[in-house]
């Protein structure tokens, strides 16, 4: 069941900690928290693999994301099914996607929000975190056994670790991958490929070489007309210059060989990125409405047949591409490229293990229930049987399960696998939808996967992963500080980028755009980094 969701319009030693936490039970105490009186239906000796059952009738608020593509439905069998199992009833404030990050703080700082707020990634936590709006979930993560249990089992110490606040904290549970996973990567048009005798390019020259041999054969065509505003593209090219951009951008870039961090849009690597991607859209390789566009004009171009590369991931191949381009072009064929290497190797990020997670409104420790809301918490996200039913709903209704493969029932389709089925997984039943169904075993993961999304994720996982950067945990009046410097040199540096990649300023006035980073605070904020990483070594 579900209760009636509200409406939010849209506007324009962390080892030492996990180590033995497999059983849990509620306790008067979680790490030095007195929690009397808040155990009221919780489950006594809940351990990793309960199915958590509340011991009586609750409700709780959550935060939800609204996805254009699947709308929330009060009468989806998510909804019936999930009260069924936990005897939890869900009351949602809905809120737009596209609106999500902007009414999350409105709401937050207003104290308006939900007990349970998902959809949170690291990292934008920190906002929340000297207002006391948001609880420290690491005190309580004792409460939480498949979450311990699989840290512990996965090896994500030093993911955690990362999360840390200066007070020792952490203020959101992520979304955990047992394995790196990359997904995003550039799609293109196979056919054309073949029809010009190209190979898969293993490096970014290659694939420039690619998009050279399309613009010969198409001279009036852009080869890639991009959408996300160029974020995934910068991102995926940034990470493997040993840098960060677009939906990645960290302002601190970590240097290993001198122990210490620097500001990212000033380093000389990402001056070589920044020149790598102006020079695509100079020989006309790139559309320069790449990064202005929007997703519909950029789909549009591609399946029009009037592009022939597009950033995607494996559900917008299905989803957005596929159909609309063979009903436009017939006989044309797209697939996700490998992601080519850069100058720092055939890499992918080890921050790709840590998704999008959940906070907890620091009201909800008040309440009466707060260590049954944990352990539904736990059971939902954390536990293989939670992670199980919200990606593929109710064995016998929508799939079926032997040997232990799963096949959707005939009548069901998602990401392609059952093409013509009439309903949809997402969208008639609530399931593999984005607040509930992500991070997981490998095996869950790929269990989704078609065979060409196996194939290219095999490929993926024989690149190197990048080391992750140390933590830098800063204390609240530095937080403040780097606030007030990091968004105006972020802002300036995403600026200056795009100018120089549309070429609308020149490469040779690096040396001028660096002066402006001083001038709003460049050298203050990296010591301030550094201070603070200086500290976090002393302290271990």
């Not at 506007?11 to 030492?16: D, E, K, M, S, V």
């Not at 999350?104 to 308006?112: H, N, Q, Y």
């Not at 500001?263 to 990125?273: I, S």
């Amino acid at each position: 069941m579900l209760s009636t969701p509200k409406k939010v319009l849209a506007t324009g030693a962390l080892i030492a900690l996990v180590g033995g936490l497999a059983a849990c039970s509620p306790s008067a105490e979680s790490d030095g928290a007195d929690l009397t009186g808040k155990d009221v239906g919780a489950m006594k000796d809940f351990k990793a693999g309960d199915q958590f059952v509340a011991t009586e009738d609750l409700d709780f608020s959550i935060l939800f994301s609204d996805h254009p593509n699947y709308p929330l439905q009060e009468d989806w069998l998510l909804w019936e099914e999930l009260t069924e199992r936990t005897n939890v009833t869900l009351d949602p404030t809905v809120v737009p996607m596209s609106d999500y990050e902007q009414k999350r703080s409105l709401i937050v700082g207003a104290g308006d929000a939900p007990m349970i707020i998902p959809k949170t990634y690291p990292g934008q936590e920190e906002a929340y975190v000297s207002s006391g709006a948001v609880l420290p979930v690491s005190k309580y993560i004792d409460l939480m056994p498949n979450l311990s249990e699989k840290i512990e089992k996965w090896g994500l110490e030093e993911n955690i670790e990362g999360l840390r606040q200066a007070d020792g904290e952490y203020y959101v549970l992520p979304g955990i991958h047992e394995d790196v996973w990359q997904d995003y990567t550039v799609a293109i048009r196979t056919d054309v490929m073949d029809d010009l005798g190209l190979e898969e390019p293993q490096d970014w020259e290659e694939f420039r070489e690619v998009l050279e041999a399309i613009k010969a054969e198409y001279p009036d065509s852009y080869p890639l007309s991009d959408r996300f505003m160029g974020d995934s593209l910068l991102n995926v090219i940034a990470m493997t210059y040993g840098v960060s951009a677009g939906w990645g951008w960290d302002g601190a870039n970590y240097n290993e060989a001198e122990d210490k961090f620097e500001f990212t849009g000033a380093t000389d690597d990402y001056r070589d990125f920044v020149e790598y991607v102006a020079s695509l859209v100079e020989d006309g390789l790139v559309d320069p409405e790449s990064f202005t566009q929007d997703d519909d004009s950029a789909i549009q171009k591609f399946v029009s047949g009037k592009s022939f590369a597009i950033s995607s991931n494996a559900q917008t191949i299905v989803n957005d591409y596929r159909q609309p381009l063979t009903d436009t072009v017939p006989g044309a064929t797209v697939a996700k490229l490998p992601l080519p290497a850069g100058p720092a190797g055939n890499v992918v990020a080890g921050t790709t293990r840590l998704e999008n997670g959940i906070m907890i409104n620091a009201e909800a420790l008040e309440s009466e229930n707060f260590t049954a809301m944990m352990q539904y918490i736990d059971w939902l996200w954390y536990s293989d049987e939670g992670a199980e039913f919200v990606k593929w709903g109710v064995e016998g209704t929508t799939y079926e399960k032997a040997d232990g493969k799963y096949t959707l029932a005939d009548d069901v389709d998602y990401v392609g696998l059952n093409p013509g089925a009439p309903k949809h997984l997402q969208k008639d039943f609530g399931f593999a939808g984005g607040v509930f169904a992500y991070g997981g075993s490998t095996e869950l993961l790929e269990s989704t996967f078609s065979e060409e999304e196996l194939a290219f994720q095999e490929i993926m996982k024989q690149k190197d992963v990048l080391p992750l950067a140390p933590p830098y945990p800063l204390e609240e009046a530095e937080r403040e500080q780097s606030t007030l410097l990091v968004t105006p040199l972020s802002d300036t540096t995403k600026q200056a980028t795009l100018q120089f990649i549309l070429g609308q300023r020149d490469l040779a006035d690096w040396d001028a755009y660096v002066t402006e980073l001083e001038g709003k605070g460049m050298t203050t904020y990296i010591d301030l980094v550094n201070k603070a990483y200086e500290r976090y070594k002393d302290s271990k």
